[in-house]
């Protein structure tokens, strides 16, 4: 490892955890020269807007802008937006982008996301089917979710239920088809799959669990999606959230560990002392759960770029956050915490019926995570009780007329 402070960082990927990055690395007294690559042609935002506000017709997507080029210049940022980097030399510690320029670092950052996963289906090409990451997936999706459109929603995860949200709010009628079991199966327990699986059926869609979709048939009307099980849906266009792929090309071709994600430790760092990385691409190991991660959450953009960016430059800072994430969908907030298992013993918090419960994942009288559904105060203790260790008196936990907060006394 070159130990001597750095004179020159690149950030490659200028997204949510390239922007703090970039922000943390100034806020914290690095001068050298500061270099932020990105592939897309906007300044750094944040996605969450583009599956609910942007997409519904509330909101621009401007207003998810983390900064702005000028702001960037006034840091002394050289932010290069629309340039991708096509190769890591590790050799000659530099970068390459894809018209030749080479960029040289001390030190470099990769954030560079994940990307949607691909069905990749027979007749895929041919019919109207639709992915969300970006900005312009979200406006070209939005213009499409007109009043009367009937729309099928592949995947009921979270970015699938948050587009079949949308879809009904501006007028649609929405089939959602989930392989899995029940909604949300990979962030949620079964009580809370079960919630959603009501709440958007109440709201008209229709939700199909247990299908396999197997290939797409365009017509002039649409397209058909058939399942394995010969059941079929018509539409006009298909939305597909089945996941996302880490970007960790880049990093493989250049022989960094790459399993499930760019692998790092919980000081953000690759096997690479020079190179450490932050964000979706990461896999990440986390020693407060003493396992190994790769998160798809803004918390973790966020936050574990703002230690990667300290550890850079000699102020070591283990990244060490409780996984948490969230979600909104027709008018109701869902909130995921730590590392629940369905498989975990719990205890509900509140009457579903009501709209406002909590599943609490537990380990004899500690709490190990949390699905809050319109209840954020249950989350902001239940953050507490984890991060303390805190035995929990389970009756008074599941009880609502006994203040959540007493529990952390
Ligand atoms: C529609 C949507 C809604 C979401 N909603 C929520 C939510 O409600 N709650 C939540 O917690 N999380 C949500 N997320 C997840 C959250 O937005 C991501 O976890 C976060 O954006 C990850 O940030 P990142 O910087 O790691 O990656 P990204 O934001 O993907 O940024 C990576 C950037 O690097 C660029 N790049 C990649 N390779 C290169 C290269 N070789 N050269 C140059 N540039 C490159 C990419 O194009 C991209 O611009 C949502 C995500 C999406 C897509």
């Known amino acids: 490892m070159n130990t001597a402070p750095p004179q020159a960082i690149v ?45 519904k017709g509330e909101a621009e997507p401007a207003s998810a802008w983390l900064t702005t080029p000028d702001t960037l210049a006034g840091l002394s940022v050289e932010f290069l937006s629309g340039r991708s980097v096509s190769v890591l030399d590790r050799h000659s510690r530099a970068v390459e982008l894809q018209d030749g320029t080479r960029i040289g670092y001390d030190r470099l950052l990769l954030t560079t996301g994940s990307r949607p996963r691909r069905l990749n289906l027979p007749g895929e090409n041919d019919a109207p089917v639709f992915y969300l990451r970006d900005v312009a997936d979200s406006l070209a999706l939005r213009a499409r ?12 995860g979270l970015i699938g239920l948050e587009v079949a949200a949308a879809a009904v709010a501006r007028g649609c009628t929405v089939t959602v088809i989930e392989a899995a079991d029940r909604l949300m199966a990979r962030v949620v327990g079964p009580a809370v799959s079960a919630h959603y699986a009501h709440l958007h059926s109440s709201r008209g869609t229709e939700i199909l669990t247990g299908r396999i979709p197997e290939r ?61 990385a932050a964000g979706d691409v990461t896999n990440h190991f986390n020693p ?24 850079m430059i000699g102020d070591p800072q283990p990244y060490a956050d409780l996984p948490w994430g969230w979600s909104d969908q027709l008018g109701v907030n869902l909130q995921v915490l730590g ?6 013993e719990s205890t509900t918090r509140g009457d579903p019926a009501s709209g406002s419960f909590t599943v609490f994942y537990l380990e004899g009288d500690r ?24 035995a929990v008196d389970l009756r008074k936990l599941s009880d609502p007329a006994v203040p959540i907060r007493s529990l952390l006394t």
């Open 339 to 344: 590392a629940a298992k369905s498989s975990a």
């Open 11 to 55: 950030i490659v990927g200028a997204g949510q955890a390239g922007y703090w990055g970039a922000h943390t690395l100034r806020k914290h007294g690095y001068s050298g020269r500061l270099v932020l690559i990105g592939d897309e042609v906007h300044p750094p935002y944040e996605r969450p807007p583009l599956s609910k506000q942007v997409l």
């Open 216 to 276: 797409f048939e365009a017509s002039a009307a649409g397209c058909r999606v058939i399942c394995s099980d010969g059941s079929s849906s018509k539409g006009d266009l298909v939305v597909v959230g089945v996941g996302v792929v880490p970007n960790a090309e880049l990093a493989a071709a250049a022989d960094l560990k790459v399993e499930n994600g760019l692998c790092v430790d919980e000081f953000c760092r690759t096997d690479d002392p020079n190179i450490l």
């Open 145 to 156: 979710l007109i009043q009367g459109g009937r729309i099928i929603v592949i995947g009921g």
């Open 288 to 311: 407060l759960l003493g396992c190994r991660l790769r998160l798809e959450t803004w918390q973790n953009a966020q936050n574990q770029a703002i230690a990667a960016a300290r550890n």
């Open 367 to 390: 709490i190990l995570g949390a699905n809050a559904v319109n209840s954020p105060k249950d989350i902001a203790v239940a953050r507490r009780l984890i991060a303390g260790n805190i």
